[in-house]
């Protein structure tokens, strides 16, 4: 197992803290996924990156991760949706899942261990409720079921408020019902017409929190190692999380709590309000999946993120550069002979080595993924001055390109199964363009060149050949 300096802020404690599994060798994960009435927004896309790279990282640290994301696949956005397209609440929720799976895989995201729906867990949401009404911590009323915050002195604890200012300093709509406005509702009674399960309270559905709290508690169970979400989910989404699990079970219901920051669109919030939502789908007909993943890892996940042409842009030039690099040094492969016995070369091994360093480094502070970036340029700067030496050897080569996969394993943000099918490609426009001046067909042969130079490839003639090299 490689040797874990991990440090990662918890929101809990408000302090960056080493990281130590509550089971030694596995790391449990419990990451809220999205509400699925519609397609996935860029607001979405940050967390199912950025949590995805936590992973890859506590893997490529040889821990064994449990990873679980789930959907909300009722909701009363859902059944809103249904009402207006003539579909039932289950076709939407299948509809947008197939969405989401086909939108976050085009950015590189593994799946997680485990994505639960919130309607494949009725019995388990509807026991868990049972519990916390048994306990006195909730209580039914006119078909509903609300948590007693009042009951729970430590809530406001994840959010760092107390109750008197949460009642300042949130909306609460007026509601006899209620015993206390900041209770909320574990259970709805179903409205005519909308879907409905049936409970001991009557027909109705979950409410929200509710949801996750029996979700981890079945598919993880009573402690996570790592609980996270948007930083819009603090309060009141994961503090009521904590409230209901944390009455039931007497156990944290998270040891470290991770949160990723706003997306910004054009330096305003996005929001609902304004209208500024950018749909993922849309977004990737526009611009490489692996560029908005780099775009969303170049900056610190605690920080806000501003989306915009020029960041955009300069998200592809980077990407572009890192790129180019690892095709050269495969393309330079190809030509280098095998040598019985050749080892890398120990001028480059060392620099390359601190690369390494460097880059794990920035992980284990709280995973700067932006730092890390900085430490892949480091090896591409390494990996060009290698190249353009007179001499070089097939062993080095190989050892460069290894250390981008290991290292972009973590990351993933190498297009590498597009660069190579970039590179036959390419090829093939040689051969083709070969073909066509012994024919002497001047016109395609020129316009094979020209189509090359707009995609940023160069060809040489050499005396072994036609070679060819990216901008």
Known sequence: MRKNN???????????????????????MYVCGPTVYDYIHIGNARPAIFF????RYLTW???????????????????????????????????????????????GIERATAHPRVTENMPEIIA??????????????????????????????????????LQFGIRVEVDERKENPQDFVLWKAAKPGEIFWNSPWGDGRPGWHIECSAMVRKYVGETLDIHGGGQDLQFPHHECEVAQSECVTGKPLAKYWMHNGYIHINDQKMSKSLGNGVN??????????????????STHYRNPVNFNDEAIEQAKNGLTRLNNSVGNLKHRLADLPEVEGERADTSIVTPVTLVYDNFQSSMDDDFNTADAITAMFELATLANQYLARPEIDRSTVQFLLQTFKDLDSVLGILAEERNELLDADIERLIVERTEARKAKNWARADEIR??????????????????????
Not at 283 to 296: D, G, N, V
Request: hydrophobic share 35%; proline share 4%; net charge negative.
């Open 450 to 471: 020209d189509l090359l130079t707009e995609q940023g490839i160069f060809l040489e003639d050499t005396p072994q050949g036609i070679r060819w090299r990216r901008k």
């Open 6 to 28: 991990l440090r990662l802020y918890n929101t809990l404690t408000r302090t960056k803290e080493g990281f130590e599994p509550l089971t030694p060798g596995k790391v449990n």
């Open 128 to 165: 868990f409720i049972e519990e916390l009404v048994q306990g006195g911590y909730a209580y039914e009323s006119g078909g509903d079921v609300y948590f007693r915050t009042a009951k729970f002195p430590e809530y406001g604890k994840l959010s760092h408020q107390n109750l008197e200012e």
């Open 52 to 55: 995805d790279v936590v992973r």
């Open 61 to 107: 640290l040889q821990y064994e991760v449990k990873y679980v994301v789930n959907f909300t696949d009722v909701d009363d956005k859902l059944i809103r949706k249904a009402e207006q397209s003539g579909d039932t609440v289950p076709e939407i929720a299948e509809r947008f899942i197939a969405a989401y799976f086909e939108d976050v895989e085009a950015l």
């Open 280 to 297: 993922v789908k849309e977004l990737l007909k526009e611009i490489e999946p692996e560029t908005l993943r780099y775009f969303m890892l």
